[in-house]
């Protein structure tokens, strides 16, 4: 189920509060400056530090492909 745009408009990370990568294939919330992701549940997501998980470097690379080749946009403009 995929987030609505207005929640993902106001979805930041609990822990340094920038913007996340909705990776909706991979059914996840991607915080490239942690290396961490948050999963998205029944179409929830789990917004919990200590239920986060953090990826090694060849993920970070893989995810930000995915990004990239998605022209996916962060949840917010950290600019503003």
């Given at each position: ?6 929640l ?14 909705n990776?909706e294939?991979e ?22 530090i ?26 917010f403009?950290?600019?503003?």
């Amino acid at each position: 189920m995929p987030l609505s745009p207005d929640l993902l408009a106001i979805l930041a990370c609990p822990e340094d509060k920038g913007p996340l990568y909705n990776l909706e294939d991979e059914g996840v919330l991607y915080n490239p400056r942690l290396f961490r992701t948050y999963a998205v549940q029944d179409g929830i997501p789990v917004m919990l530090i200590d239920e986060a998980t953090t990826v090694d470097a060849e993920e970070h690379e893989r995810l930000m492909g995915l990004v990239e080749a998605g022209a996916i946009a962060p949840t917010f403009d950290a600019g503003t």
